[in-house]
Every structure is written in C-alpha cells, then in structure tokens.
C-alpha cells in the first residue's frame, strides 16, 4: 500500500474516532453503502406452501411475515459508510465514540471496491466469506442511483437459477436422485410450459444428467423432476433448512428471503427451476455456497471482531459459531459435483476461461451456480453467481449480484471469477495473477 492511501487510512480511522456520526467514503474510491434502519427493511417470508398460480415477480410483502433480527446492542448503530481500511484492518463507527473492528481482508476488501467502481455497475453487490467459519472477507455494494442501501443484506432480488441448488438438494436428499441420473427432453431453455413436463420419446432428444443440468442451467429437467419426486412441503423443507423464510443472525439486520411456493404442478415446477416466487440476499446467497463448502454445516455469518469504546471493550464476537447442519454430508458433496459443472463446462465456463480456453484460475476447481432472470418492467437484467473454492479444502465462499438496464457490459460471474482471482492471487496461489483494473 503507497504511503499516501496509508496516510489516508490513518486520518480515516481517527476520523472515525473523533467524528464517528459522520459517513465517511472507503479509500479507492467506491463507499460502502450504509444500513438500513429495521423499519425500512423488506422482509419476503412466507408460509409454507402458499397457494399462487403465478409466476410474475412477488408481490409486496405480508406483515405478518418474518422480520429482520436485531443484532446485539453494541452493534444497533454501526454505520457501514464510514469504513476506513488499512493494512491493520479495518474500522467503521458503531455511534457515539465507538468504533468496531471489522474482519475483512484489507487487500481483498479494496480491490473489490475498484472492481465495482471499474465496471460501473447500476446495481451490484458482492460478499465473501469463509465456509469454515462464517467470517466475512470481503463486503461491498453499489447502486448508481446514490441511494443508501445496504444492497448485501436486502433479499429485493429473485433467486433465479441459483434456486436450483435448493431444489437439487431436495432431489438427492429426500428423492434419492443421483447426481449421475440422465434424463431427456426437448425445450425449455427460456421459459417452461405445461408441455415441456410432458416426457415424450418422440420428441426429447437431447439428454443430461443431474449434475450437467446443474452447470447448464437446464430448467426443464429441474422443473420435470420435481414435478414427479417433491411436492411443496418436501422443497419448503430444505428452502428453510438452507436459510428461506426465517431470519439470518447477522451483524446488522438481514432482510428475509422469501419462498412462495405455488400450490399448481406448472407454477411449482416452475418455481423449483427458478422462476421467481422465491429472493435472495447477497449475503444468504454466499452464506447458501459456504454451507454446502462446509459439508452441510451452516455457520453464523458475522463481520464484527470487536467494539471499543475509547480502551474499553464493550463487545466482542464470540467467534465461529454453527447455526445449524442444513443438509446431509452426502447431500453436500452431490452438491458439490453438480456446481463444480458449472465452471468446469457449463454457463460459467466462459467467465472462468479466456478465449483460447486457458482457465484464469490454474490448478484451482471452482464450483458455483449462476442465476439470469428478467423482470419485464421496469426492464431489469438480475445476474447471481454464488460459489466456493477450491473445491476440495475450500478457502472461500462467494456471492455476487449484478442488476443492470437493458444494455450491459458485464455479468456477476465475470465479477465473481475477478474476485476469485484477486483472493488467490493475493494469497500466492501457482499461475494466478490478478484481474486487470484498468
């Protein structure tokens, strides 16, 4: 780090200290947007099944639907607009003369910040985590309108395909399907009909299995197989198991990410594809990629080490903690195989490879799922990717979100593989060099 962004961070951080009410940007350039105060929050729980034979975006939320948790006391005011980073660390105000100490990787926390600033982006947003432990690395969002949300922590987006990987769960744990299961069919790329449920010999000729439908994205398979093996309380199961419809323990408050499971065979086949009636959070999102890293072990996501108040500690976390074992080992590592399609020859395979087919992450096995979906008015593109490397020992857990006008330069894969690459590359991993920023 050059001595002036040093000096900069040092002035931040005392900053922090002596005028801890007022914002202040992250150095490089991009800010941190802030927190939302509970009661702005959307929350998007849902019954169990709830009945709906439609498939457009979600409708407004339900009071009676779960609502974000609080976080402790010593952490109600934390202001994550005025984050200083250092090669020490990094600060943020947690009101009054507190300051928290944060857990991010300062090299790895700038860089995305400059990454989200190189691609100017209207919407995006980015977390990484340790699977193992719930730690956060690395925390950013952008919104090019200027509007202050905390985008990490607001479930306002569809799960899209990445959705899949819940219904993939619930196909091998509760269906017993194998990852290696091959099915047929014909249509469905964009869209799925009544139809396209229908298996017909005649007409389905090409085939995949589970896992290639994973890293393809293949809705109809999805949308076919849980047609005949789930039903609603088997999907809405492993959706709750795996974070949907309750609230997150986190840091600052989480909005909830809802599941609204059509009661219809089309709209539930559907939904299990992804097509909407379900959202997601960034940070669920990641927290999704890093429990099925884990081998099933959901650990609680925290970015706070600790909050002092002038030399006194009046907070400080407990560490890693397990919230829950969200599904089987087995179910986990079927997981793993059928996401690990997606960077090795599927929908990410393009991202993570330059154009003469040279991986930009040499000798390191990337597995994740991306999710593209959009909604019709307003025009919006929704792009998600959520993974975790490597894949035997994973180190980290990602997920990115990009929302952009019809007109686009750049997915949330490409942002994640950026990420991705920057992580390993700072960490001296063989043949990876860091993304270019200009």
Request: aromatic share 6%; glycine share 8%.
């Amino acid at each position: 780090m050059s001595a002036g962004i040093a000096a900069q961070a040092a002035a931040l951080r005392e900053a922090v200290r002596a005028r801890p009410r007022r914002a202040a940007s992250i150095l490089v350039g991009v800010s941190l947007v802030g927190v939302i105060a509970p009661a702005a929050l959307r929350s998007h729980g849902a019954p169990a099944v709830a009945p709906s034979s439609s498939v457009a975006a979600p409708a407004a939320p339900k009071s009676n639907e779960p609502k974000p948790l609080a976080p402790p006391a010593p952490l109600s005011q934390l202001d994550l607009r005025s984050v200083a980073i250092d090669d020490n660390g990094a600060v943020a105000s947690a009101g009054g003369s507190r300051v928290a100490h944060l857990t991010f990787d300062p090299k790895l926390q700038l860089f995305v910040n400059r990454v989200l600033g190189k691609h100017k982006l209207p919407q995006a947003a980015v977390v990484v985590l340790e699977p193992s432990t719930g730690k956060v690395l690395a925390y950013a969002s952008r919104d090019q309108s200027g509007a202050t949300k905390d985008l990490n922590v607001d479930a306002f987006a569809p799960s899209a395909s990445v959705f899949k990987v819940v219904t993939g769960a619930a196909l091998v744990q509760i269906a017993g399907v194998s990852p290696e299961l091959k099915t047929c069919y014909s249509g469905g790329e964009q869209k799925v009909t009544a139809a396209d449920l229908k298996e017909d010999p005649k007409k389905d000729s090409w085939c995949a299995t589970l896992a290639q439908a994973m890293g393809r994205s293949i809705n109809t398979i999805f949308a076919r197989l849980a047609a005949k093996k789930l039903n609603g309380a088997d999907l809405y199961a492993i959706a709750s198991q795996l974070g949907y419809g309750a609230p997150i323990p986190f840091d600052v408050p989480v909005t909830v990410s809802k599941i609204d499971l059509p009661t219809d065979t089309l709209g539930f086949a559907r939904t299990a594809a992804g097509f909407w009636n379900t959202t997601l959070s960034p940070l669920h999102g990641a927290l999704l990629a890093a429990t099925v890293a884990n081998g099933g072990v959901m650990m609680k996501p925290f970015l706070v080490n600790d909050v002092m108040d002038g030399s006194t500690v009046i907070y400080k976390t407990s560490g890693p903690s397990q919230l829950r074992k969200a599904i089987e080992p087995a179910t986990a590592s079927a997981l793993e195989k059928m996401m690990s399609e997606t960077v090795a020859q599927g929908t990410s395979y393009k991202a993570f490879h330059d154009a003469k087919g040279k991986a930009f992450l040499p000798g390191i096995e990337v597995a994740g799922k991306t999710g593209t979906l959009n909604n019709p008015q307003p025009v919006k593109l929704y792009t998600w990717f959520v993974g975790f490397a490597p894949i035997k020992n994973p180190k980290v857990a990602i997920a990115t979100l990009v929302v952009n006008d019809p007109v686009w330069k750049v997915k949330a894969n490409v942002v994640a593989r950026e990420v991705l690459q920057a992580y390993f590359a700072q960490n001296g991993a063989a043949g990876v060099n860091m993304p270019a920023l200009d």
